[in-house]
């Protein structure tokens, strides 16, 4: 192990925290996942109820870091929320959140940066400096898990919007279907839902579905395909709208391949009807999008820090 891996390295404490599994993770500077952890995100009936569990996960890597030899130089954590460009959430979609992340989390790194984003914005970025999005001047970056998001990126830089709010590609109406968004129609917590609604069969996640789908079950394959469906012709709307040079698809699901991504496709080509339409890739990091962009933003923050201070 180099230096910069071992005894004196600095890490940075970074979380995911999605409506299913809280994860967090030791990350380089260099982008470099050094150790792993995970929890629960149900709890006591909600998610993540007060941030108990977020603020348990970072405590834990605190210590880690310290058996490591390492210094937590700071955290960053993206949350499935809406987030102001000062850090602050602004929703309460899916986390049972009841004071901001940011001041629950400062007391674990006394005196260091603690950044708090959307988490899709920071598989965005992950993916934008180490991924799928590396040196394209323009992407739209989908996450596709339990939820279901989407960030722009052009130039290398993720676009917040004015409030922070430019992620709600789940929100889009899907056509003709009783359902009210694409994130109740094809993110991993909608597939479930009409899964259980049409057969009466209660699963807790997608992967079930993915499971029967794969047996023969005729209904899970109708709403894994009608699900990608939906999702590539909503790709194609956006591409319409925004031009981008390409599409990376991240979260865990919309990594995963099988029907759903292969539905998606074919919607998606069928939709866009241009010549040279934007392709389609998968995010290179993976379901670790997230936590490696969470990471990023917080190293970017304090190195801007570092130099508007130089420059003071």
Do not use: K
């Amino acid at each position: 192990m180099n230096a910069a891996r071992g005894a004196g390295a600095r890490v940075m404490v970074a979380l995911d925290i999605g409506g299913t599994t809280l994860s967090g993770g030791l990350v380089a500077e260099d982008g470099a996942v050094l150790c792993t952890a995970q929890r629960p995100a149900v709890r006591d009936g909600g998610r993540d109820p007060g941030l108990r569990g977020t603020v348990a996960l970072a405590r834990e890597l605190t210590f880690r870091a310290r058996d490591m030899g390492a210094q937590a130089v700071g955290i960053g954590a993206g949350f499935p929320e809406y987030v102001t460009d000062a850090g602050a959430l602004t929703s309460r979609d899916v986390i049972g959140w009841d004071e901001q992340p940011a001041g629950l989390l400062a007391p674990l790194v006394p005196g260091r940066p603690v950044v708090i984003e959307s988490d899709v914005r920071c598989g965005a970025l992950a993916e934008a400096r180490t991924g799928s999005g590396r040196g394209l001047g323009s992407f739209l970056y989908v996450s596709v898990g339990t939820g279901l998001s989407a960030a722009f990126v052009q130039d290398g830089r993720v676009w917040a919007g004015q409030r922070g709010e430019a992620l709600g590609l789940g929100t889009w109406p899907v056509h003709g279907r009783p359902t009210p968004d694409l994130e109740g129609y094809a993110s991993g917590s909608g597939i479930a839902a009409r899964y259980s609604a049409v057969t009466g069969s209660a699963v807790t996640g997608a992967r079930a579905v993915v499971t029967r789908a794969e047996a023969g079950d005729a209904a899970a394959f109708d709403v894994l395909s009608t699900a990608g469906d939906a999702l590539g012709t909503a790709l194609a709307w956006a591409v319409a709208l925004l031009d981008p040079a390409a599409i990376v698809v991240g979260g865990g699901l919309g990594t995963a391949g099988g029907l759903l991504d292969e539905s998606m496709r074919t919607a998606y080509a069928t939709h866009a009807r241009r010549r040279g339409r934007p392709p389609v890739r998968r995010a290179e990091l993976g379901a670790r999008s997230g936590l490696v962009g969470a990471a990023l933003a917080a190293w970017e923050h304090a190195a801007d820090a570092r130099e508007t201070h130089r420059v003071a």
